[in-house]
Each structure stands twice: as C-alpha cells, then as structure tokens.
C-alpha cells in the first residue's frame, strides 16, 4: 500500500518527517528515477535517491504498530557511526536485526564514553528524543581528575562558557572520591559534541571516565552487560510514538 514519501522514508529510519518534506520541497529526493514532490506517495519496494544517492528501502514492510526502542550498553572502543574509515569496531556491529525498517541512533556517545545508547526504528520518534526542543535529560557518571571543590559544582550549575556558547548541568551531586580523582553524577538538557567534556575541561578538570546512565524515561539496565542490547517491549508511560 502506497504511503506518502515522507511517512515511509521516516519510518525506515533515515530522517523525521519534517526534515524528508525539506528534502521534497528542494527537489532532493527522486523515485523511480523521477523527482518527488510533497504529497506523493510510495512504496517500500520503490526506488529511492537522495542527493543521487540510493537509500535502500527494498523488503521493508510499510509501517505498522508501534516504534521499537534498542537499549545498548555500548563499551569503550567503539564508534557510533555505521563505518569508520578507521575501522575501529561500531556499535551496528553488535545490533539484532530491527523488527521493521533500520535502527537509527538516538543520541551519540564518543568513543571513549560508555553507557546507555539508544535506537528506534522510527524516525519520528528519533527526532522527539533528540531535538532540543523537547528537552529531554541526559544523565551521566562521571569522573575527574583532582580533587575539586563545592566552588565547582556551583560554577557548573550558574554554567560556564564554551566556543559554542553557554552550557550548564541542571544538576551535579557528589558521587565519590577515590585517589586523586572525584565522581560526579551530572544532568543536561541537550546534547552538544562531547559536552559533559569540555564543560568540566573548561573549568579546569579533565574528564579521565564517562558513563551515561540514562536518557529521558530510559536507565541503563543494571543487568545488561556492556556490548550487549535489549529490545523494550514496550515504550514508557508518557512517551508517545508519532502521531499518523
């Protein structure tokens, strides 16, 4: 059954619905060799390019039912992105097949940091617990070196400065010292390159571990080794999948 273009492509994965009607009013995208336009329609065994380039759409079902959420417990050492001209090892590499469409990352975590990463198979849904609009929490584990003070944890909620602007943690709470270095829980409402980094860095504090802990209504199962993932079976109360 045909869909309209921006429905199916969010669906498989590759962008929210808002950024695919960009790609249609610019004249980015084709199907069947033709170029798109907003309101047509599609089906997942058409032929789509984007910018030339073809996105692989081939024996997807149309979408049906509710988005799928991939809890990760990604270690150190690996890289988020699909391939890396490095070829360090990547977190796709250890994902079970989707139930539908393809797994999108929600929220990168750089390869020296560990913790919970999520994915959906749902662009809508990718794009509402990404977009710093819906400020969605960021909840992290992390440690540095010395020995700071209470000064910094005040400084570091007031915020501090960085080359692309002003950055605070909602909130920071002592989680331990051990020797010559200090633990901190920290929250953030949005998710800037390597923030919780260069906030501390900034301050005068390197960042030695890194560990998410959480992501909006998502915890990182205590249970769930790193390196391996779980599907939900179902999304949290308040989360709502993409309106049809």
């Given amino acids: 059954m045909a869909e309209r273009i921006q429905k199916l492509l969010a669906a498989a994965g590759f962008a929210s619905r808002r950024a695919i009607e960009t790609w249609l009013a610019a004249g980015r995208l084709k199907v069947n060799g033709r170029t798109a336009a907003l309101g047509d329609r599609a089906e997942p065994g058409d ?14 079902s149309a979408p049906a039912g509710s988005p799928q959420v991939l809890l990760y417990h990604k270690p150190v050492g690996e890289v988020t992105t699909r391939h890396d001209p490095q070829r360090r090892p990547t977190v796709f590499e250890r994902l079970p097949p989707p139930p539908s469409g393809r797994w999108v990352v929600i929220g990168r975590l750089d390869v020296n940091t560990s913790g919970l990463l999520l994915f959906t198979n749902d662009g809508e849904l990718a794009h509402r617990l990404m977009h710093p609009s819906f400020g969605i929490e960021r909840r992290y584990l992390v440690r540095v070196r010395g020995n700071p003070g209470a000064e910094l944890e005040r400084r570091l909620r007031e915020g501090i400065r960085l080359v692309d602007g002003p950055a605070r943690f909602e909130r920071i709470e002592p989680a331990g010292r051990s020797a010559g270095h200090a633990w901190y829980q920290v929250i953030l409402r949005e998710g800037r390159n390597r923030e919780v980094r260069r906030i501390f860095e900034a301050a005068g504090h390197e960042v030695s571990r890194l560990k998410r802990l959480g992501y909006g209504p998502f915890e990182l199962p205590e249970d769930l080794p790193a390196g391996q993932a779980r599907l939900l079976a179902a999304l949290p109360p308040g989360l709502l999948p993409a309106s049809p």
């Fill in 47 to 60: 032929q789509f390019e984007l910018d030339g380039k073809p996105l692989v759409l081939a024996g997807l």
